[in-house]
T-cell receptor, first 113, second 117 residues
Framework: GQQVMQIPQYQHVQEGEDFTTYCNSSTTLSNIQWYKQRPGGHPVFLIQLVKSGEVKKQKRLTFQFGEAKKNSSLHITATQTTDVGTYFCAGKNGSGNTGKLIFGQGTTLQVKP | GAVVSQHPSWVICKSGTSVKIECRSL??????MFWYRQFPKQSLMLMATSNEGSKATYEQGVEKDKFLINHASLTLSTLTVTSAHPEDSSFYIC?????????????FGPGTRLTVT
């Protein structure tokens, strides 16, 4: 079945350093979504990428969707302690409002002040 | 924004009893609801997909007779863990998707932490 792999599993950075997490799917995706989950909390939707090669920015966060629509990345510039949490990518292989999200294993980010 | 609630937020039950978890979309109609299970420090694992008025579709390895899902209305889905055992202890999270949204986002509930003693 479809698999979504995410690396690294953990990342410890000093505040101010950059951070990147990578997501790879075994199959071509119709779209990919990114979520952030704070410790003890639930996943919160960050963004959705749909188009091949798409790049979206949210302040210090940059999201990319690969040309083949099988991989994606989330890059955080100049991390802050508020960035702490687990970042999940989730790929969807259905079109339109169908299909199901398959979550990657998540990357847990720790930021040292 | 779209809000999804879950009740209860946490529950402790004895082994062998059944527990019902409710998932409600508060300000939109959810044509599809999803139930996930998350073990500590692990990812979300999709258990089942339910569409309003029809039977849920369960993922491979998920026992449909143990995890009963009812999506009786466009704003409510329930998950009942029957004859719960300690290995069922987990964080159960629902999400809801509206057929009318252009982004097809899934809005997640706050989760229900189940502990079976």
């Amino acid at each position: 079945g479809q698999q979504v792999m995410q690396i690294p599993q953990y990342q410890h950075v000093q505040e101010g350093e950059d951070f990147t997490t990578y997501c790879n799917s075994s199959t071509t995706l119709s779209n990919i979504q990114w979520y952030k989950q704070r410790p003890g909390g639930h996943p919160v939707f960050l963004i959705q990428l749909v188009k091949s090669g798409e790049v979206k920015k949210q302040k210090r966060l940059t999201f990319q969707f690969g040309e083949a629509k099988k991989n994606s990345s989330l890059h955080i510039t100049a991390t802050q302690t508020t960035d702490v949490g687990t970042y999940f990518c989730a790929g969807k292989n259905g079109s339109g409002n169908t299909g199901k999200l398959i979550f990657g294993q998540g990357t847990t980010l720790q930021v040292k002040p | 924004g779209a809000v999804v609630s879950q009740h209860p937020s946490w529950v402790i039950c004895k082994s062998g009893t059944s527990v019902k978890i409710e998932c409600r979309s508060l300000d939109f109609q959810a044509t599809t609801m999803f139930w996930y299970r998350q073990f500590p420090k692990q990812s979300l694992m999709l258990m089942a997909t339910s569409n309003e008025g029809s039977k849920a579709t369960y993922e491979q390895g998920v026992e449909k007779d143990k995890f009963l899902i009812n999506h009786a209305s466009l704003t409510l889905s329930t998950l009942t863990v029957t004859s719960a055992h300690p290995e069922d202890s987990s964080f159960y999270i629902c999400s809801a998707r509206s057929g009318g949204t252009s982004l097809y986002e899934q809005y997640f509930g706050p989760g229900t932490r189940l502990t079976v003693t």
